[in-house]
Structure formats: structure tokens, C-alpha cells
Nanobody, 115 residues
Framework: QAQLVESGGGLVQAGGSLRLSCAAS????????MGWYRQAPGKQRELVAA???????NYADSVKGRFTISRDNAKNTVNLQMNSLKPEDTAVYYC?????????WGQGTQVTVSS
């Protein structure tokens, strides 16, 4: 069964760092461009970073230079290193395929940045 499991969130002060991890079943991960998304209260879910199976990356303007996405194809994991965090980064973070995302999203991981 296809599955996405996110972890690594928490409470951090502005300027701090967190590293998120996502474990995906092979049927989702293999050969797919993967993305990290976030959804803040009252806002739509947005894509913040994506990485192709070959390692090419792109980022939303709001996180460029602060977040780094990476993947381990052998372990079917995708990570998001978040530095210089800001209060506006507060959201639930999810991973999923960038294209044709699964309808069944994972539970996400909460990131809260205090000012």
C-alpha cells in the first residue's frame, strides 16, 4: 500500500533550523519527482521544494536560499533542511509526488517558528 510518513517537525525560535524527513513506499518514490508542501492555518497547501529522481531541485521564492531538499534513492526518503526559519514558515509540512500526487496524503509534521 502506498504510504508517506513525515517526521522531524517541532517548535523552534526564529533563525533556527529543522530537518524534516519523509519515508515513502517504493511505488511512490521510484523514478518520481518528489516535493515538500506546506499548509498554514487558513491557507491553501503550497509547494515549497521539489527534487527529480536525478537530483535536480527547485524552490519557492519564499524559501530559496534557506531550505535545501535532498533524497536518498536507496532508502526511499526525501529530506528538507530548513535554516534561518521565520515565523511565516509555520505550517504543517507534507511530502508527496510533485506530479500526480497521491490523493492520500500523509499526516504531515508540524513546524512552529516563534518570534
Amino acid at each position: 500500500q502506498a504510504q508517506l510518513v513525515e517526521s522531524g517537525g517541532g517548535l523552534v525560535q526564529a533563525g533556527g533550523s529543522l530537518r524534516l524527513s519523509c519515508a515513502a513506499s517504493g511505488s511512490i518514490f521510484s523514478g518520481s519527482t518528489m516535493g515538500w508542501y506546506r499548509q498554514a492555518p487558513g491557507k491553501q497547501r503550497e509547494l515549497v521544494a521539489a527534487i527529480t529522481s536525478g537530483g535536480s531541485t527547485n524552490y519557492a521564492d519564499s524559501v530559496k536560499g534557506r531550505f535545501t531538499i535532498s533524497r536518498d534513492n536507496a532508502k526511499n526518503t526525501v529530506n528538507l533542511q530548513m535554516n534561518s526559519l521565520k515565523p511565516e514558515d509555520t505550517a504543517v509540512y507534507y511530502c508527496n509526488r510533485r506530479f500526480a500526487p497521491l490523493s492520500a496524503w500523509g499526516q504531515g509534521t508540524q513546524v512552529t517558528v516563534s518570534s
